[in-house]
């Protein structure tokens, strides 16, 4: 039972780190917007052409996500409107949901080297080098300086006990 679990926590964590951290959800809430709308302008160019394919909304959706997934295999419009539309959205499209990919990618394995701890654990390596050069003062301030930082970690440990103590 406990290894059907851990799995799920942990695909859970991935989606909510995906969906906090990337640009992932705003990108597809733009491409979704997008292609509500360049369905609607093709929708609207084809709507009163004969022997157009594009007869209904419905179509106009399929063919939007047909269009920019398969690099143009769609039914092609008839009118010069709908063709430049069409055309305008294939490039929107096609950037924008490759571009999602990219950048989710991108931002969810950089994100640890961004981390904020990772900067205060190299400064502190960083100074801890630099203990010969200080004077006795700085090294009272020094201790006083790290007297506060273990009595804030350990109030943090009290609040926010780990999980199974």
Avoid: C
């Amino acid at each position: 039972m406990m290894k059907n679990r851990q799995p799920r926590t942990r695909v859970r964590r991935f989606i909510q780190d995906i969906a906090a951290h990337t640009p992932f959800t705003k990108m597809v809430i733009l491409l979704v917007a997008l292609w509500l709308i360049f369905s609607a302008g093709v929708y609207l160019a084809e709507r009163d052409v004969e022997g157009a394919s594009i007869d209904s909304y419905g179509t106009a959706l399929y063919w939007g996500v047909a269009a920019f997934s398969t690099a143009g295999i769609a039914d092609t419009p008839i009118s010069g409107v709908a063709q430049l539309i069409g055309g305008v959205w294939i490039v929107v499209g096609s950037v924008l949901f490759f571009g999602a990919i990219v950048a989710t990618v991108t931002t969810y394995f950089m994100r640890p080297m961004q981390r904020p701890h990772k900067k205060i654990i190299d400064t502190i390596e960083y100074n801890l080098e630099q203990l010969n050069d200080l004077t006795l003062d700085e090294l009272d301030l020094l201790k006083e300086t790290v007297d506060t930082l273990i009595a804030h970690v350990e109030q943090l440990k009290e609040k926010h006990p780990k999980r199974g103590e």
